[in-house]
Nanobody
Framework: QVQPVESGGGLVQPGGSLRLSCATS????????MGWYRQTPGKQRELVAF???????TYAASVKGRFTISRDNAKNMVYLQMDSLKTEDTAVYYC????????WGQGTQVTVSS
């Protein structure tokens, strides 16, 4: 499929951890720029973390030091390790594939609540 597919969302308590996964097809995966974004109701989708094909990373200030983006080019996968989660991290998280255009996944819900 062209669109990425996210998995790994769920309910977690504040201070907990989750790892999101994003699978995408294509033999040129190593050339894709990949990112994670999130959105809450009534707000615009915002950047969480981004990794270019050469491994450069960008993080939102609100998640820096808590979240880590990584990729496995052999498996066509990108991950978002989320630690020290806060209630304000609650959102739908979307995976973005950027290569000859932007391709979004359907999103996975992350809820941080006690």
């Amino acid at each position: 499929q062209v669109q990425p597919v996210e998995s790994g969302g769920g309910l977690v308590q504040p201070g907990g951890s989750l790892r999101l996964s994003c699978a995408t097809s294509g033999s040129a995966f190593r050339y894709y720029d990949m990112g994670w974004y999130r959105q809450t109701p009534g707000k615009q989708r915002e950047l969480v973390a981004f990794m270019t094909s050469d491994g450069s990373t960008t993080y939102a200030a609100s998640v820096k030091g808590r979240f880590t983006i990584s990729r496995d080019n052999a498996k066509n996968m990108v991950y978002l390790q989320m630690d020290s989660l806060k209630t304000e991290d609650t959102a739908v998280y979307y995976c973005l594939k950027r290569f000859n255009g932007n391709y979004w996944g359907q999103g996975t819900q992350v809820t941080v609540s006690s």
